[in-house]
C-alpha cells in the first residue's frame, strides 16, 4: 500500500502560480509513477500531468503544456506540480496518484492504484 497525501491547494487570481506537493508513504521501496489529476464541478476526474520513476518520461494533458510542470523528488517521496499562469478553468479539486512502473510505459496511460484525498484548487477571474 502507497499512502499518498496533497497539500499546496488554495485561491488564487487568475494569473497567479500555486505548486501542489505529493508526499508518498507506506510500500514505498519498488519504483513507482506518479500523476496528477483533476475533478472540475460537474465534470469527470482528467489526467494532467504524469511522470516516470526516473523522471526522464513525462506526460501532459494539452490544456497545460507549458503552463504546468511536474517534478518529483525521489529522496522524499515527493512529487510536485507547479501550475504557471493559472485560468479559472483550471478550478477543480487536484489528485495526485501512484503506480507500479512498467518500463516503457508512458505515465498518461496507466490505471492508477493509489490515490490522495485531494486539494482544492480555485483560480477567480
Known amino acids: 500500500q502507497v499512502q499518498l497525501v496533497e497539500s499546496g491547494g488554495g485561491l488564487v487570481q487568475a494569473g497567479d502560480s500555486l505548486r501542489l506537493s505529493c508526499a508518498a508513504s507506506g510500500r514505498t521501496s519498488n519504483n513507482y509513477v506518479m500523476g496528477w489529476f483533476r475533478r472540475a464541478p460537474g465534470k469527470e476526474r482528467e489526467f494532467v500531468a504524469g511522470i516516470s520513476w526516473s523522471g526522464r518520461r513525462i506526460d501532459y494533458a494539452d490544456s497545460v503544456k507549458g503552463r504546468f510542470t511536474i517534478s518529483r523528488d525521489n529522496a522524499k517521496n515527493t512529487a510536485y506540480l507547479q501550475m504557471n499562469s493559472l485560468k479559472p478553468e483550471d478550478t477543480a479539486v487536484y489528485y495526485c496518484?501512484?503506480?507500479?512502473?512498467?518500463?516503457?510505459?508512458?505515465?498518461?496511460?496507466?490505471?492508477?492504484?493509489?490515490w490522495g484525498q485531494g486539494t482544492q484548487v480555485t483560480v477567480s477571474s
Open positions: 496518484a501512484a503506480t507500479g512502473e512498467i518500463l516503457g510505459r508512458g505515465p498518461a496511460t496507466y490505471d492508477y492504484d493509489y
